[in-house]
């Protein structure tokens, strides 16, 4: 069964970090590139971050440039998103999804989707 399963999410405090994780079953994430997006209450879904299939090149929205952190681990079939210096402007829920291929794209573009992990960032 292929699936797309992320974990880390919660609640933190402004400033604080946390560290989201993509992990990958029924399929090979050595052959896609990996977006996480977010979608807050009441607004479309946006990109946060991308990740290329062979690690060479990522992307980052504006808004977590210098705050969030893309990478992979193709041996745990795995990806993560480092989050620090959190704002309550990051709260959304979280999703990574796949693509085959070796660069990023639109979120149209990705096949396969995870469940989403609630981020909060509330004082």
């Known amino acids: 069964q292929v699936q797309l399963v992320e974990s880390g999410g919660g609640l933190v405090q402004p400033g604080g970090s946390l560290r989201l994780s993509c992990a990958a079953s029924g399929f090979t994430l050595h052959y896609y590139a990996i977006g996480w997006f977010r979608q807050a209450p009441g607004k479309e879904r946006e990109g946060v971050s991308c990740?290329?299939?062979?690690?060479?090149?990522?992307y980052y929205a504006d808004s977590v440039k210098g705050r969030f952190t893309i990478s992979r681990d193709n041996a745990k079939n795995a990806a993560y998103l480092q989050m620090t210096s959190l704002k309550p402007e990051d709260t959304a829920v979280y999703y990574c999804?796949?693509?085959?291929?070796?660069?990023?794209?639109?979120?149209?573009?990705?096949?396969?989707w995870g469940q989403g992990t609630q981020v909060t960032v509330s004082s």
């Open positions: 999804a796949a693509r085959r291929a070796a660069l990023c794209g639109s979120d149209s573009e990705y096949g396969y």
């Open positions: 990740i290329s299939s062979s690690d060479s090149s990522t």
